[in-house]
């Protein structure tokens, strides 16, 4: 039997249908913080591609990936295809993928594609396992400008890679 979230009964008609994917985007709100369409469609333009190959990027089938789109579907029922879709988003943040370089857009592409996100209760992991930008964002809200140039001007001599790293947050 089918699911309310995929299919109308025959000879429902096109108003129940219409509930259907008005309650499905109403739960997406409430799951996802907003329609996924709207977070897939960001998505697709950002990085310059078409539905199908974010589709493929994410590990979804691009059926599959329009039915969410729509609100044919109410979710995203692999954990990891989410945990992709929010590296996309957290990648496009970084500073050589928002210039919409080509060979950045790329590699972020192809880094989350090979990415295997693994999911444990109560945690989906959103990082494609470096941390890197994690850990560049938590720097950034926890101290301010000022305070992480001045900490890195204080390790500069011993510890230039760290130094690097808190001029590299400053900039966030």
């Known amino acids: 039997m089918a699911s309310l979230t995929t299919m109308t009964r025959p000879g429902s008609g096109n108003v129940e249908e219409q509930q259907i994917v008005q309650r499905n985007l109403a739960l997406q709100r409430e799951w996802y ?86 999911v444990g209760r109560g945690s989906l992991p959103v990082d494609d396992g470096t941390g890197e930008q994690v850990t560049l964002t938590f720097l950034a809200k926890t101290a301010s400008f000022d305070e992480l140039v001045g900490a890195a001007e204080l390790i500069e001599e011993k510890y230039p890679k760290l130094a690097r790293l808190l001029r590299y947050a400053a900039r966030e």
């Open 33 to 118: 913080g907003e329609p996924l369409g709207d977070r897939v469609r960001r998505l697709v333009v950002a990085y310059s591609i078409s539905q199908a190959q974010l589709a493929d990027v994410l590990g979804i089938s691009a059926p599959m990936l329009s039915q969410v789109m729509s609100g044919r579907r109410a979710k995203i029922g692999n954990p990891a295809v989410l945990a992709r879709l929010v590296m996309l988003e957290r990648k496009v943040l970084t500073p050589d993928v928002s210039t919409g370089e080509r060979e950045a857009l790329q590699r972020a592409l192809d880094e989350v594609r090979a990415s295997r996100p693994t």
